[in-house]
């Protein structure tokens, strides 16, 4: 029985340590050598002052590795693991790189450029997030009701962990706080939520300290891992349930985005 109980903690606890410990590495990486020069990934942050977006492409990767790597996990699901954080991390990171001038913002904005026959930046990460989405989704489930409802989880909790990187700590705290219940599960759930948790805890002082933000990457990424930590643990109820939340918030994105600003 303390064998069984030690190899729980440990599902945990290892996904937990890698994600900030490879999180880390990549991040000090990062800021020794940018990939491009330093320039291209500097930004203006909410108070003028000039971060790095390097948080993002770390916590990508340590998550990433992290969600492959935990033990006990299903083939399927370190698969799906991998695409889908690795895929809306990278998809955040393009919008990063080649949308930071555009002032559009928001699911209109950028289906009406696509109206338009313009493909904005925002509109390779919404469409390609929610293929990486689906397809995790379809990976995770058997039956089509329940790939689709997982996709539209995935895709969604990534969708919402952006809406909340609006000023420094509250995307990274809104995954601690949110993945920490899911520490508690048995199974995929509880090393899945450990994974995105290590990450936003290895960048959570530079990011509240406005020397790095996790900007779209990091958003995206963080949020899809956890959306998968939930699509594990939940049958078609849960699911429904949390896919619905999540498409509210959707639809309010900009009040879910001041009210997290006003905190």
Same mark, same amino acid.
């Given at each position: 029985?303390?064998?069984?109980?030690?190899? /729980?903690?440990?599902?945990?606890?290892?996904?937990?340590?890698?994600?900030?410990?490879?999180?880390?590495?990549? #991040?000090?990486?990062?800021?020794?050598?940018?990939?491009?020069?330093?320039?291209?990934?500097? /930004?203006?942050? #909410?108070?003028?002052?000039?971060?790095?977006?390097?948080?993002?492409?770390?916590?990508?990767?340590?998550?990433?590795?992290?969600?492959?790597?935990?033990?006990?996990?299903?083939?399927?699901? =370190?698969? *799906?693991? *991998?695409?889908?954080?690795?895929?809306? @991390?990278?998809?955040? +990171?393009?919008? &990063?790189?080649?949308?930071?001038?555009?002032?559009? /913002?928001?699911? $209109?904005?950028?289906?009406?450029?696509?109206?338009?026959?313009?493909?904005?930046?925002?509109?390779?990460?919404?469409?390609?997030?929610?293929?990486?989405?689906? +397809?995790?989704?379809?990976?995770?489930?058997? =039956?089509?009701? &329940?790939?689709?409802?997982?996709?539209?989880?995935?895709?969604?909790?990534?969708?919402?962990?952006?809406?909340?990187?609006?000023?420094?700590?509250?995307?990274?705290?809104?995954?601690?706080?949110?993945?920490?219940?899911?520490?508690?599960?048995?199974?995929?759930? @509880?090393?899945?939520?450990?994974?995105?948790?290590?990450?936003?805890?290895?960048?959570?002082?530079? &990011?509240?300290?406005?020397?790095?933000?996790?900007?779209?990457?990091?958003?995206?990424?963080? @949020?899809?891992?956890?959306?998968?930590?939930?699509?594990?643990?939940?049958?078609?109820? @849960?699911?429904?349930?949390?896919?619905?939340?999540?498409?509210?918030?959707?639809?309010?994105?900009? $009040?879910?985005?001041?009210?997290?600003?006003?905190?």
């Amino acid at each position: 029985m303390a064998a069984v109980a030690g190899g /729980r903690v440990s599902g945990r606890i290892s996904p937990l340590l890698g994600a900030a410990g490879a999180t880390r590495a990549v #991040y000090t990486a990062l800021r020794k050598r940018p990939p491009g020069g330093a320039v291209l990934w500097e /930004r203006k942050n #909410y108070a003028g002052r000039t971060v790095n977006l390097h948080a993002g492409l770390a916590t990508t990767t340590g998550t990433a590795l992290a969600a492959v790597t935990a033990p006990g996990l299903p083939a399927r699901t =370190r698969a *799906a693991g *991998a695409l889908a954080v690795l895929a809306a @991390g990278g998809c955040g +990171a393009y919008d &990063d790189v080649f949308g930071a001038s555009d002032p559009r /913002r928001g699911f $209109r904005a950028h289906i009406s450029a696509l109206r338009q026959k313009e493909v904005t930046s925002g509109t390779v990460k919404l469409f390609g997030i929610g293929a990486a989405g689906l +397809a995790a989704g379809a990976l995770l489930k058997e =039956r089509p009701a &329940d790939k689709v409802l997982a996709g539209v989880v995935i895709a969604g909790s990534a969708h919402l962990v952006n809406l909340l990187d609006v000023r420094p700590g509250r995307a990274v705290g809104a995954v601690l706080a949110i993945g920490a219940p899911g520490l508690l599960r048995r199974g995929p759930a @509880g090393a899945l939520s450990a994974a995105p948790m290590g990450a936003a805890a290895a960048v959570l002082g530079d &990011d509240v300290g406005e020397r790095t933000m996790i900007g779209d990457a990091g958003a995206h990424a963080l @949020g899809a891992a956890l959306g998968l930590a939930i699509v594990t643990g939940n049958g078609r109820r @849960g699911l429904a349930a949390h896919a619905a939340g999540l498409i509210a918030a959707a639809a309010a994105g900009d $009040r879910v985005s001041r009210a997290a600003a006003a905190l």
